[in-house]
């Protein structure tokens, strides 16, 4: 009788110890998960975003490492993800930051804005490395798609690319290209998310990692959580 007494009381002080945790996740008092990779999709939950790996590339062990090797000039507290390929010589960064501004209020500024937030980008990259090149072009009427798309669904929807760069640099008397895409969409209800998408790789080896950039570009996906 002793037994089955401090069985139920055991059983009793379980589910109360369930329930007060069940009670803070409903509170809001808990924190939000790690980046996670199921499969081949890479999802991460502060800045909302999932995309597919490519074949052939996996998350740098080390990060840091990872881009002092291909990409020094990054700034490594933006970076999320960081893809490496040995074999092609490749590496493609992720990087996430949130905006102060509303989305709405981006699709009023003019192409100029944009035109400024680019030169600014080649300014910072000019005191880094010796830039041979640097190609670029706006697509601002994408800023309405991508809120078009978040309307449809805005647990999935897709980001269109704000604008893209292509740029032929030198670093350490080595001849690299580099090429990003920089997207925004709504994220957090009524805030903004900015993502950019980087590939750097030696000249030589452009078109074997083009592909690979291309692909992870494609399967970005925005997702709002907190609608």
Known sequence: MKDEKLLIRGILRWVGGLAAIIAMGLNGCSTLPSPLIVGSTYTNFEYEFSLDLPRGWAPAEDQAKALERYARWVDED???LVLT???TQGLIAV???KMKLAYPRYLKLDERHWENRINEMRTRLETEVHVLSYDYRIYKDNLVATQQNYFVSQRTFKPEKVFGVDTKII???DKKQMTFEWFLFPCQKDRSCQTIVMLSCPEDRYKDNRSAFEYVA???RGHDYYN
């Open 218 to 220: 494609a399967t970005l």
């Open 85 to 87: 390929n040995n074999a």
């Open 95 to 97: 990087m996430n930051q």
């Open 171 to 173: 670093e350490n008397s």
């Open 78 to 80: 933006m970076a999320s």
